[in-house]
């Protein structure tokens, strides 16, 4: 599937400014958009790997005249030697775009073993994969990634996060506490889910993990069995009510502490009842639970 994109998309993507790309492309040809019946500028996948690339090379100090004279051989060289070095996060970002459009595993490997070498798990979930999700939103909103794309880089980051989940033992103690973990029906999102389990565990305490699209009816079944001291949900997905569903946890599951974060509950000005909270961030989870 060829994917066309606008130069407003390039920007968006990029960060790079639209005035900026026309100079480029313009003064050193850089860029070779193709055009619409309307005389509208499109550019292609390839279109977008290179300007990202371009990107990559000049924000590590290579002057764009320099970088023209460069074959796309060459720019991929100089590209692997800063991705495979201690580069700034906003340039792994850009890599990982680039793996997710090339749906390259090997290029996604590299980029976040090194990086969680070098910075740590959590270093690399919240400041690489968590602003790179966010560059997928801003690709789904111009048309820029397909379906597929999206289920291929999403899935190895669901595999990285499992893996690391798998490798935190957790020794019963008096001290710690039980969690439940879920999605609400229709919700399909669970990278955010999956690593606030990671911290959780990490914490020592225990976890019942019930993922994706949990119809409310299974919550209270597992919630019967269980009698978690905490539950945490994220909404991300448009809910009709809100409000109303935050309610019902609240009246249904009265004797423990329910923490929401996601889109639905941040930004809607939800009434939070004594026994809920609304957290925005990692560090916001861990402070509620210690």
């Known amino acids: 599937m060829v994917t066309q994109f606008s130069i407003k998309d390039l920007e968006k993507i990029s960060g790079i400014k639209a005035h900026t790309l026309r100079i480029w492309e313009q003064r050193y040809g850089i860029l070779k958009p193709t055009r619409t019946d309307t005389n509208i500028r499109c550019y292609c996948n390839e279109e977008l790997k290179n300007i990202l690339n371009v990107s990559l090379l000049n924000n590590n100090g290579y002057k764009i005249s320099k970088i023209a004279t460069l074959s796309k051989a060459q720019i991929a060289d100089e590209v692997n030697k800063i991705v495979n070095s201690d580069t700034p996060d906003s340039e792994q970002i850009e ?27 959590s270093h690399t979930i919240e400041a690489v994969i968590y602003p790179f999700l966010h560059k997928i939103g801003l690709m789904w909103q111009t048309g820029s990634i397909n379906p597929a794309q999206e289920h291929f880089i999403s899935n190895l980051i669901r595999q990285k996060l499992i893996v690391a989940i798998d490798g935190v033992i957790v020794p019963e103690n008096k001290k710690q506490k ?20 990671y911290l959780i565990k990490s914490k020592g305490h225990q976890v019942i993990y019930l993922g994706q699209s949990v119809p409310f009816i299974d919550l209270q079944r597992v919630y019967s069995i269980r009698e978690p001291h ?10 009709d009510t809100p409000q109303n569903y935050v309610t019902e946890l609240s009246t249904t599951f009265p004797k423990s502490k329910i923490l929401l ?26 402070s509620m639970i210690s």
């Open 95 to 121: 890599g990982l775009i680039i793996s997710m459009v090339d749906m390259d595993e090997l290029r996604f490997e590299k980029i976040i073993s090194n990086n969680i070498l070098r910075t740590g798990f």
């Open 178 to 197: 039980k969690f439940i973990l879920f999605l609400p029906d229709g919700e399909l999102h669970e990278v955010s889910l999956l690593y606030f389990t």
């Open 230 to 239: 905490y539950i945490v949900s994220v909404f991300t997905r448009a809910m």
């Open 261 to 286: 974060s996601g889109y639905q509950v941040i930004e809607k000005n939800i009434v939070t009842p004594k026994n809920i909270n609304i957290f925005k961030t990692p560090s916001d989870l861990l």
